[in-house]
């Protein structure tokens, strides 16, 4: 089994900042590319950010500028550094990773999801 493990969502003021975390344990050869989503309330889940293996990185357009997705591969980890935060990012951010297990086979794993409110 493999598991994502998010953390770092909370409550911050407009304009404040916050850094996500999520990571991935279990039976993992190789982890391909890694990803974050938001689904605000009442909406549907959305991209935020992506980043491949080899560290090139894509946004969503509401993002760029102020969101950076990086990745520790020795960690297993992925972060996604949020500046600049505005109430309409207060959504629930979710982890998301294609990962190879030591059988060959390939998973597409969700995190739990955490809770960013962005709020004066």
């Known amino acids: 089994q493999v598991e994502l493990v998010e953390s770092g969502g909370g409550l911050v003021q407009p304009g404040g900042s916050l850094r996500l975390s999520c990571a991935a344990s279990?039976?993992?050869?190789?982890?391909?590319?890694m990803a974050w989503y938001r689904q605000p309330p009442g909406q549907q889940r959305e991209l935020v950010a992506h980043?491949?293996?080899?560290?090139?990185?894509n946004y969503a357009d509401s993002v760029k500028g102020r969101f950076t997705i990086s990745r520790d591969n020795a960690k297993n980890t992925v972060y996604l550094q949020m500046n600049s935060l505005k109430p309409e990012d207060t959504a629930v951010y979710y982890c998301?990773?294609?990962?190879?297990?030591?059988?060959?086979?390939?998973?597409?794993?969700w995190g739990q999801g955490t809770l960013v409110t962005v709020s004066s």
């Open positions: 998301n990773t294609n990962v190879v297990t030591p059988e060959s086979l390939f998973l597409r794993v």
């Open positions: 279990g039976r993992i050869a190789r982890i391909n590319d």
């Open positions: 980043i491949t293996s080899g560290g090139s990185t």
